[in-house]
């Protein structure tokens, strides 16, 4: 078993940067790569950024791409995602999430462990 908890999340006006952490317990952390959802309400969960396990190769959703930069410290089993130039469309509860796919997926069905998840959320 793996345990994911996120921290890091807040009201923010639009414009400005603000980061997550996911620190992780139990397993090897570095066996999974890892993920960031985000879920606003009535809407599905939806990818924003995946990262492999060794934190060599990373994607990206259109919407946050060049904007959104996730990375991993294997050392601290903790993964992280800076957030620039929030938008509220941004606003969501966001989630992380690990796997053990061959390659990283954009899928939730393709992680096994989640957080719990916390709540950005963005003023215009």
């Known amino acids: 078993q793996v345990q994911l908890v996120e921290s890091g999340g807040g009201l923010v006006q639009a414009g400005v940067s603000l980061s997550l952490s996911c620190a992780a317990s139990g397993r090897t952390f570095s066996a999974y790569h890892m993920a960031w959802f985000r879920q606003a309400p009535g809407k599905e969960r939806e990818f924003v950024a995946a990262?492999?396990?060794?934190?060599?190769?990373?994607s990206y959703a259109d919407s946050v791409k060049g904007r959104f930069t996730i990375s991993r410290d294997n050392a601290k089993n903790t993964v992280y995602l800076q957030m620039n130039t929030l938008k509220p469309e941004d606003t969501a509860v966001y989630y992380c999430?690990?796997?053990?796919?061959?390659?990283?997926?954009?899928?939730?069905?393709?992680?096994?462990?989640w957080g719990q998840g916390t709540q950005v959320t963005v003023s215009s």
């Open positions: 999430a690990g796997g053990n796919t061959i390659a990283p997926v954009t899928t939730a069905g393709g992680y096994d462990y």
């Open positions: 990262i492999r396990r060794s934190g060599g190769s990373t």
